[in-house]
């Protein structure tokens, strides 16, 4: 909150002071709802608003206003200025020769709470979220301070309608500047927002034009309001100024969505024309359309308000996602759904106003379509979603082809042979057909050689000899006989391998989705048998490329698999440190918190738990010494002289034998693979040296000359017969060694007999060859 400037401070404090005001005035005033008209010097009920205390209270249309608050009708200042009885206290009614006296006038109904305060309320302190995450995690600039005032500016807006409906002058001052301002603020919010896009397509000028006229009439609003003489004429201007801002903001938006609509800009106009008609078209059609043409209202004011949850939805997605939904599928999806609810719709209006006793105006029945068209959009769009969420696992989807190949494909993922892929596949058919037997052979193309997953009958193969040796196949081909069907699931110059079932249980045959579905489950399974054999035949290569004769593997495939090894041992150090370590650290402080915080430890408890403290600081010096042994910690900061050398400190604390190092003449500049190579091949005669040689001195150098890098290795250990040479490279720690040196072009030269120590010199150029870089 201290990032805040002192003028966002001044607006910010203005909109949450107002809405205080105003949830204040809507909680303590109730709405009336009663609309009156002098008539022979009389002021007469002519209307009572739905859900109103008038309403709930049987207060008569017709009925004749006698005083309010004790005072003349004409005195009041709702009556005087708006024809509308409000923020009365009592009134007294003349109707049909009684008077009715109307008082504690203290309560507001349910719907009214719901759609004037609870919903406003909410709404404004989702939109103070919204602004704040916006003001957090949006970068600085102008366009996300104008969306946030925007924002902010309808939602103060749209609590306002509480006071508003209620007479109440402050309420209609902030009702009518702030819904008028709220088209231009959005549109000023485009101009900045495209600008940092460098995105042009209307003048500037245009939003000091609107600017003005705005707050000439929020003016003009304020004037009549303090002065308590709100002319007749002017009641229709907000409305009118409204319709015209409403009309330039979607001309704006939807001819930017036109010029560039096909740029890579286009999806972001997409959902700004989508977003802004979901907000603002129902209460222009059906709001302020009707209200300033015939002077009636197909929804009320509240109902249009709510659709304005829309607007922060959208820009608040704009701005915070760097990708975006397919809004066109989702536009297509919809207008489907729209087209397919027209017809049902109209019926059940028709069939509920026929149902009903009393008869209904034609607003209601505009009301009735309305509402039940919406509902069957939501329906269906529902219907959808879970369609594809749970199909999958309810019992009616069973039978379903597409839900089965896609289970199909599931399981495919699990198999690691052509044998248990056909399985699978047997399966499949065998619970979505409904069929009989099933068989899966392969048979020689030239010989009767049959290769069978299951022991099939004997008719059944004397079957195959009568229909199948004459036909010419291909993948996916489907085979009818009196005594079944079969469908090719491989075909080769070789074998050709089929599935066969004994028919359906229902003794039918095939239609055209049941054929389509067999065709196109063979298709799926012949490339994934396909994909298997061709990672086998890569094996088999793979190990046919390692020498005989040397036990080497080709230069490229050596280094790849130490780039592979070397990337797994970084992510399991990484998965380690930020897992079981920090886990151990955490169990650590709190035992350490626990002893030294806690008075009432026994000497025995205290000592128990301290050594097993110490246990736990053992358990995560290992894990840490693990972590950079998986991962040198700094090789690319410190360089490979310094990590060399702190190696070496690492194995002299826990080994009997000294290490003397010398890298003098060392000074070539080596890339990051080679310095992790000699890093790597040190630390792996090093351990050797501490678990198998029983040497007490070990010599290291590195050195350069010209291209070619020398690390030589010698220790006065036990030494080994080098007569057994492959014996020696099978040796795990030996092995990796040369694979490594091979990988780099280089040459490993040992020196060694029992009792003679053992010996190394290790040599490879400086730089790789562009031929065998990975």
Request: hydrophobic share 45%; aromatic share 14%; glycine share 4%.
């Amino acid at each position: 909150m201290r990032n805040f400037k002192w003028s966002q401070w001044i607006v910010l404090s203005f909109f949450i002071l107002s809405a205080c005001y105003l949830i204040i005035h809507s909680i303590t005033q109730p709405f009336l709802g009663i609309d009156v008209d002098k008539q022979k010097e009389e002021w007469v009920i002519v209307n009572v608003e739905n859900g109103s205390w008038a309403d709930r209270h049987s207060v008569p249309v017709g009925g004749e206003i006698q005083t309010i608050n004790g005072n003349k009708p004409g005195e009041h200042q709702s009556v005087a200025m708006f024809d509308e009885v409000e923020k009365a206290e009592s009134f007294l009614v003349e109707y049909t020769g009684r008077e009715i006296l109307y008082e504690n006038i203290n309560q507001s109904s349910p719907l009214h709470w719901i759609l004037y305060i609870i919903l406003p309320v909410l709404f404004f302190i989702v939109i103070l979220g919204i602004s704040y995450l916006v003001h957090k995690r949006v970068p600085k600039r102008y366009s996300a301070e104008q969306l946030i005032l925007f924002f902010l500016a309808v939602a103060t807006g749209y609590l306002s309608n509480s006071g508003a409906v209620r007479d109440d002058l402050y309420s209609l001052f902030l009702n009518t500047s702030l819904f008028l301002i709220s088209p231009v603020m959005l549109v000023h919010f485009l101009y900045n927002y495209f600008q940092e896009l460098q995105i042009y397509w209307f003048s500037k000028k245009i939003i000091y034009f609107l600017y003005a006229f705005v707050l000439l009439v929020s003016f003009f609003e304020s004037y009549f309001l303090i002065t308590k003489q709100y002319p007749d004429y002017f009641n229709s201007v907000p409305g009118a100024l409204l319709m015209i801002l409403y009309i330039v903001l979607f001309f704006i938006i939807y001819r930017g969505l036109f010029i560039y609509k096909k740029s890579p800009v286009g999806p972001i106009f997409n959902y700004m024309a989508i977003g802004m008609t979901i907000a603002f078209f129902p209460y222009i059609l059906l709001y302020l359309i009707p209200a300033l043409t015939f002077g009636i209202k197909i929804i009320s004011l509240e109902i249009g308000a709510v659709f304005l949850i829309a607007l922060p939805i959208t820009f608040m997605y704009l701005v915070t996602r760097e990708q975006l939904i397919d809004i066109n599928f989702v536009i297509s999806r919809v207008r489907y759904y729209i087209i397919l609810s027209v017809i049902p719709s109209l019926i059940l209006t028709f069939a509920i106003g026929w149902l009903i006793p009393a008869s209904l105006s034609v607003i209601d029945y505009i009301q009735n379509y309305l509402f039940i068209h919406g509902a069957l959009i939501i329906f269906l769009s529902l219907k959808e979603v879970l369609d594809f969420r749970l199909q999958r696992y309810l019992f009616s989807a069973r039978y379903s082809y597409q839900e089965s190949m896609h289970r199909m494909a599931q399981d495919m993922k699990d198999q690691s042979n052509a044998v248990d892929l056909m399985k699978v596949m047997r399966d499949e058919v065998r619970n979505v057909l409904n069929v009989r037997e099933i068989y899966i052979y392969s048979k020689h193309n030239d010989r009767d050689m049959y290769c069978v997953y299951d022991k099939i009958p004997q008719d059944i193969i004397d079957h195959f000899h009568e229909h199948l040796n004459d036909h010419s196949f291909d993948i996916g081909s489907i085979i009818e006989t009196e005594k079944g069907f079969g469908v090719i699931v491989g075909f080769s110059l070789e074998k050709l391998t089929m599935m066969w079932c004994k028919g359906k249980k229902d003794y039918t045959t095939l239609n055209r989705d049941e054929k389509t579905y067999l065709q196109t489950i063979s298709y799926n399974a012949n490339i994934a048998i396909e994909n298997m054999n061709l990672i086998e035949d890569l094996v088999k290569e793979l190990r046919t490329l390692k020498n005989d004769q040397t036990q080497k593997y080709p230069t490229w495939l050596s280094r790849l698999l130490f780039t592979i090894a070397e990337n797994q041992r970084k992510q399991l150090s990484i998965d380690l440190h930020d897992t079981v370590l920090q886990e151990q650290l955490y169990l650590y402080r709190r035992m350490d918190d626990l002893i030294g915080h806690r008075d009432d430890l026994t000497r025995s408890l205290h000592a128990e738990l301290m050594m097993y403290k110490e246990s736990l600081l053992d358990s995560i010096h290992l894990i840490r010494e693990t972590c950079n042994e998986l991962r040198p910690a700094f090789i690319e900061e410190l360089g490979l002289v310094q990590s060399l050398k702190n190696l070496i400190h690492q194995y002299q604390l826990r080994s009997n034998f000294t290490v003397y190092f010398t890298n003098e003449r060392f000074d070539a500049e080596l890339d990051q693979e080679r310095i992790l190579a000699i890093f790597r091949i040190v630390q792996e005669l090093l351990t050797n040296a501490m678990k198998h040689s029983d040497a007490k001195i070990v010599k290291l150098s590195l050195s350069n000359d010209g291209n070619q890098v020398m690390l030589l290795y010698s220790d006065n250990g036990k030494g080994m017969d080098y007569s057994v040479r492959r014996d020696l490279f099978s040796h795990i720690g030996l092995s990796g060694i040369e694979q490594r040196v091979n990988g780099l072009n280089g040459h490993l030269e040992i020196e060694t007999a029992p009792g003679e120590g053992f010996k190394t010199i290790v040599t490879f150029p400086c730089t790789a060859n562009k031929e065998v870089q990975v």
